[in-house]
């Protein structure tokens, strides 16, 4: 079943905005991460945030965890064309990572030109 | 270097036949998983390998599916008797070992069933 819930469900914006995608999950965690697919084919990881962090960032990207609110936050500054793709959050419940990564619906971003 | 490869890419077949996706994951990662993302379900876990330890098989959608890492590299997963709702990307990822949680995904396998 999807634990997690990323919205929106899709998200348009203009070349040069800043994009905000938000997750929710139901139970406790390891680690939360962030994956990019394009064209419906490979993903390609993004960002990892342990439990016990609150922010982190890599390049023009910037995640944040709310425990408390079972919640997290991607932010994509300055976006670029190349960044039109779905987005999806995934958590790891821990366990050696013997139960997988568990995934949301994802969120649909195009960047127009 | 070489991340994780699927082969075939696609694969069409006709309902009731078996098909046999394979996976080779990147050298050195002891952990490998399978996944499926379909239209309806979104991407779920099937089924989870550790070096040569025998898999959880529960994740499993039904007895019609099963898996086998031989070596503790190459993955196989096998359908039998498909049905059009196995239709789907069935996605591989391998993982380092357990100090490393981040997963490395293959390009995917697109199944067609008709």
């Known amino acids: 079943s999807q634990q997690g819930e990323e919205d929106p469900q899709a998200l348009s914006i203009q070349e040069g905005e800043n994009a905000t995608m938000n997750c929710s999950y139901k139970?406790?965690?390891?680690?939360l991460q962030w994956y990019r697919q394009n064209s419906g084919r490979g993903l390609v990881h993004l960002i990892l945030?342990?439990?016990?962090?609150r922010e982190k960032h890599s390049g023009r990207l910037r995640v944040t965890l709310d425990t408390s609110k079972k919640s997290s936050s991607l932010l994509i500054t300055a976006s670029r064309a190349a960044d039109t793709a779905s987005y999806f959050c995934?958590?790891?419940?821990?366990?050696?990572?013997?139960?997988?990564?568990?995934f949301g619906k994802g969120t649909h971003l195009i960047i127009q030109p | 270097g070489a991340g994780v490869s699927q082969s075939p890419s696609n694969k069409v077949t006709e309902k009731g036949k078996d098909v046999e996706l394979r996976c080779d994951p990147i050298?050195?990662?002891?952990?490998l998983y399978w996944y499926r993302q379909s239209l309806g379900q979104g991407l779920e876990f099937l089924i989870y390998?550790?070096?040569?330890?025998?898999?959880?098989k529960s994740g499993l959608p039904s007895d019609r599916f099963s898996a086998e890492r031989t070596g503790g590299s190459v993955s196989t997963l096998t359908i039998q008797r498909t049905q059009q709702e196995d239709s789907a990307v069935y996605l591989c990822?391998?993982?380092?070992?357990?100090?490393?949680?981040?997963?490395?995904f293959g390009p995917g396998t697109r199944l067609t069933v008709l």
């Open positions: 990822a391998s993982r380092p070992g357990r100090s490393t949680d981040t997963q490395y």
């Open positions: 139970t406790s965690i390891n680690n």
């Open positions: 945030i342990r439990s016990n962090e």
């Open positions: 995934a958590t790891d419940g821990g366990g050696g990572g013997a139960d997988g990564l568990t």
């Open positions: 050298s050195g990662h002891t952990a």
């Open positions: 390998f550790q070096g040569n330890s025998a898999p959880d």
